[in-house]
């Protein structure tokens, strides 16, 4: 099984701030990688795939890079709705598996 | 507008079984992949089964922990898909959640959850 890795597991942040969070694959897994975002109580929602594409009605603050084994989401400016926490998934091979997640709070 | 409803879940014994449903509507819906996901209390997402279309023959994936005790399958006359947990543990606790998914793309569409309690 593909295990990922994400860092920090918790992060504290102000409005404004730039945030990264990083997800490490422990094997190869070209760019198939996607980021969701949970609210507490709520469905998680799809904010990029293909590592790098923003889902249709995603605001532009939220950005994805990377390929292989190692990649980021950046929010460029930290907007209130953004506490949330976020989980990177990978859809290389099964079993598809999930990172264990990055909350993220006001500081 | 694409809306996914779960519906089924509750409080079972262990050893029980349950059958999740999920109807589908705002797309069509035998032209997509199917999955369910679920999540602990207080703990992380993890996948648990795929249908994939008819173009695919609808077959089938399952996550190690559940296979052989949980079937996936789907009713496109229906717009419905379904999860049968059979031989359910503690650990299967979880709200449990359909989703819609592209290949390549992921979960696109998310259902609100139906949770599901394994306890005696």
Same mark, same amino acid.
């Given at each position: 099984d593909i295990q990922l890795t994400q860092s920090p597991s918790f992060l504290s942040a102000s409005v404004g701030d730039r945030v990264t969070i990083t997800c490490r694959a422990s094997q190869g897994i070209s760019s198939s990688l996607a980021w969701c975002q949970?609210?507490?109580?709520k469905a998680p929602k799809l904010l990029i795939y293909a590592a790098s594409t923003l889902q249709s009605g995603v605001p532009s603050r939220f950005s994805g890079s990377g390929s292989g084994t190692e990649f980021t989401l950046t929010i460029s400016s930290l907007q209130p709705e953004d506490f949330a926490t976020y989980y990177c998934q990978q859809l290389n091979s099964y079993p598809l598996t999930f990172g264990g997640g990055t909350k993220v709070e006001i500081k | 507008e694409v809306q996914l409803v779960e519906s089924g879940g509750g409080l079972v014994q262990p050893g029980g079984s349950l059958r999740l449903s999920c109807a589908a509507s705002g797309f %069509?819906?035998?032209d997509h992949y199917m999955d369910?996901?679920?999540q602990a209390p207080g703990k992380g997402l993890e996948w648990v089964a795929r249908s994939r279309n008819k173009a695919n023959s609808?077959? %089938?994936e399952y996550a190690a922990s559940v296979k052989?005790?949980?079937t996936i399958s789907r009713d496109d006359s229906k717009n419905s898909l379904y999860l049968q947990m059979n031989s359910l543990k503690t650990e299967d606790t979880a709200v449990y959640y359909c989703a819609r998914s592209i290949p390549g793309r992921s979960f696109d569409h998310w259902g609100q959850g139906t949770? #599901? %309690? #394994?306890?005696?």
């Open positions: 949970q609210k507490p109580g | %069509t819906f035998n369910w996901i679920r609808y077959s %089938t052989g005790r949980f949770l #599901v %309690t #394994v306890s005696s």
